[in-house]
């Protein structure tokens, strides 16, 4: 039976990289049915694309959200910095599917602004370069920290994530990520928001603060490479989601079993798979 939402966020799923948890993802939205799903930035990561290496697991997962459209759910995909190239195409719309910047809503008489938040990484604007060869570093160490986790299982001992203990260690990085949801809370204020829904910085977060204009509640949906996290609204309810293995294998226990090829062919340009999606 499919959880029934009102609307699921999710962002920072980086399809197309080594780190991205396509076949978790495609569990997680196999178990739901939202009326409004969005994809809140860097859902394919076109600074990593390669034509000769899109898993099938990949696929699958746009193919998920083509069927999902077909059978009624609005999709808004909000483009972030590693999907930066979809901006020459904003306020796309096919059928139930929307490429946007950002979504302006009103839910019960409240106002959301939701964007990917990159706009706030100066690191990213002033240095577009670096921020490419970080993103490059990045998904190795995920990718080395997944091997690392397997031996810390087969062990007995419980996994790591080495981006997480980095991130908390770092006085800058834990800095930037409390700047970043400070800003993001001032800008919606200004703006009369009353909430306000981010990606980018990979950490789900729920959060009210008390501000010139009024109370404002910001909210981060994480990411699928890391935290595996979504966001969740349904009875008026906001919540963060967190991916459990064991729920997927009690539910279906053939989910994780089934074998995928390790490749497929897919379009030659970038321009085509948006086309197809």
């Given at each position: 039976?499919?959880?029934?939402?009102?609307?699921?966020?999710?962002?920072?799923?980086?399809?197309?990289?080594?780190?991205?948890?396509?076949?978790?993802?495609?569990?997680?939205?196999?178990?739901?049915?939202?009326?409004?799903?969005?994809?809140?930035?860097?859902?394919?990561?076109?600074?990593?694309?390669?034509?000769?290496?899109?898993?099938?697991?990949?696929?699958?997962?746009?193919?998920?959200?083509?069927?999902?459209?077909?059978?009624?759910?609005?999709?808004?995909?909000?483009?972030?910095?590693?999907?930066?190239?979809?901006?020459?195409?904003t306020d796309f719309t096919n059928g139930n599917i929307h490429l946007r910047d950002k979504l302006e809503l009103e839910i019960k008489g409240e106002k959301y602004l939701i964007f990917h938040g990159d706009v706030f990484d100066f690191s990213v604007n002033l240095s577009p370069f670096l921020a490419k060869i970080g993103g490059?570093?990045?998904?190795?160490?995920?990718?080395?920290?997944?091997?690392?986790?397997?031996?810390?299982?087969?062990?007995?001992?419980?996994?790591?994530?080495?981006?997480?203990?980095?991130?908390?260690?770092?006085?800058?990085?834990?800095?930037?990520?409390?700047?970043?949801?400070?800003?993001?809370?001032?800008?919606?204020?200004?703006?009369?928001?009353?909430?306000?829904?981010?990606?980018?910085?990979?950490?789900?977060?729920?959060?009210?603060?008390?501000?010139?204009?009024?109370?404002?509640?910001?909210?981060?949906?994480?990411?699928?490479?890391?935290?595996?996290?979504?966001?969740?609204?349904?009875?008026?309810?906001?919540?963060?989601?967190?991916?459990?293995?064991?729920?997927?294998?009690?539910?279906?226990?053939?989910?994780?079993?089934?074998?995928?090829?390790?490749?497929?062919?897919?379009?030659?340009?970038?321009?085509?798979?948006?086309?197809?999606?």
């Amino acid at each position: 039976m499919k959880r029934e939402l009102d609307i699921a966020v999710i962002s920072d799923v980086h399809l197309g990289t080594y780190g991205c948890h396509a076949k978790e993802l495609l569990n997680y939205l196999g178990s739901i049915k939202p009326k409004t799903l969005i994809l809140n930035g860097d859902f394919i990561d076109i600074w990593q694309f390669k034509k000769n290496w899109f898993p099938a697991d990949h696929l699958k997962v746009i193919q998920k959200l083509l069927k999902m459209a077909a059978k009624g759910t609005q999709i808004y995909y909000l483009t972030g910095n590693h999907d930066d190239a979809l901006r020459h195409y904003t306020d796309f719309t096919n059928g139930n599917i929307h490429l946007r910047d950002k979504l302006e809503l009103e839910i019960k008489g409240e106002k959301y602004l939701i964007f990917h938040g990159d706009v706030f990484d100066f690191s990213v604007n002033l240095s577009p370069f670096l921020a490419k060869i970080g993103g490059k570093s990045y998904d190795w160490l995920i990718v080395l920290n997944r091997f690392i986790n397997r031996i810390r299982i087969s062990l007995g001992l419980t996994p790591l994530s080495f981006a997480k203990k980095i991130k908390e260690s770092v006085k800058k990085a834990v800095k930037f990520v409390d700047d970043f949801e400070q800003t993001a809370i001032e800008v919606a204020s200004k703006q009369g928001c009353q909430y306000v829904i981010c990606g980018h910085i990979h950490k789900a977060q729920f959060r009210k603060e008390q501000t010139s204009t009024g109370q404002v509640t910001y909210m981060n949906s994480g990411d699928w490479v890391e935290s595996l996290t979504a966001l969740e609204y349904v009875y008026n309810d906001w919540s963060i989601y967190e991916y459990n293995e064991v729920d997927y294998k009690i539910l279906n226990p053939r989910l994780k079993t089934e074998k995928v090829k390790e490749s497929i062919d897919v379009p030659k340009t970038f321009e085509e798979v948006i086309m197809n999606f």
